[in-house]
């Protein structure tokens, strides 16, 4: 009786005991729980304090180059060409100076030596008539002044005689200068565009025999967009500009603006300038060849503009940017671009002076969302990361 009575007591505890001690090895081998972490979704977002500056206008435009000068060549002579330069053939480049061809000159030569005797002749007579005159004047002194005339003191052989030496003159000069003119000389540097003759054949004065390109200098006419024509240098002849070639034939050029066709193009509502480029085939110089016919980009400086604030054209989207507060509030401001050039908006009103710029925009910003700055790009990237996890 005893030991029942002992084992009704004993028997609670024990099974407490073993209760506890299953539950304090079932919390020994239980695997760790981890303890979940607090996400910060607060956007964290790159800014830049704004500031306004000076910003010189680039314009840009795009045309090709072409002579300053095309010549169709032709003869002041006739006869029968005798010889022509070496390069004197298509896509030939002469000089200026250089003798093109030449014509056979001995018909030539000897009208010179006739129209030179001629002059002598002529000069001759002039001589013997001074003379005369002379006579006539002094027999004159001894005779009553009422039967003295002009043409006894031979003033009218006089001025005859000297008209005739100033026209052989004249003839002289005509035989040189066609004399001259059987060689045909390059009027300046110059590309052989077509040549029309050979040796051997007959030609006549004013025939055209070949067609040249002044190669001394070439002009590119660029059209200028209406929204560049307000930035336009007031004087813009004088103005360096830049030609840049792509493609097959890779070139930087220096140029000038000469001009200004002073009309504005019916169909495109454009103006048109020239620029001048000297020395395009590089025969003075060791720069690359800008070949006539290249399609090239033309730049140069326009207007100098005050107080613009240049913003990436991403960070603008509806005409508006994003700035932080100083309540660390994501605000949208609408802005005017004044100005697109390359891959930046250049703005000129809607936004300040110290205005906080956001430039690593979130996706989805709303207006009055707090964002957390950051001077790391990296950091925002992390954020985003874990945002998306």
Known sequence: ????????????????????????????????????????????????????????????????????????????????????????LSGGVVKRGEVLFTIEKDDYQAAVLQAQAELAQAQATLIEERAKAKVAERQAKKIKDTQVSDLYLRIPQVLSAEARVKSAQAGLRRANRDLENTEVEAPYDALVVSRNIGVGQYITAGSQVAEINNIEHAEVMVPIAGFDAPFLPKDIVGVSAEIIAKGRIEAIREGQIVRDLGVVDSATRMVNMVIRIDDPYGLKSNLTPLPFGSYVEVQFNGRTVDNLFQVPQELVIDERVWVVDPEDKLIPKPVHVLREEQANFFIDSGIENGDELVLTVPEFPQIGMTVIRVNDEADVLAQQGETSE
């Open 1 to 88: 009786m005893m030991f029942k009575r002992s084992i009704k007591w004993i028997l609670p505890f024990a099974i407490l005991g073993v209760a506890g001690g299953g539950y304090f090895l079932v919390q020994k081998t239980a695997p760790e729980v981890e303890t979940e972490k607090t996400l910060d979704t607060t956007p964290r977002v790159k800014t830049q304090i704004l500031q306004a500056q000076t910003h010189q206008v680039q314009i840009s435009s795009f045309g090709e180059v072409v002579p300053l000068e095309r010549t169709a060549l032709s003869t002041q002579v006739s006869g029968e060409v005798t010889s022509w330069h070496h390069n004197f």
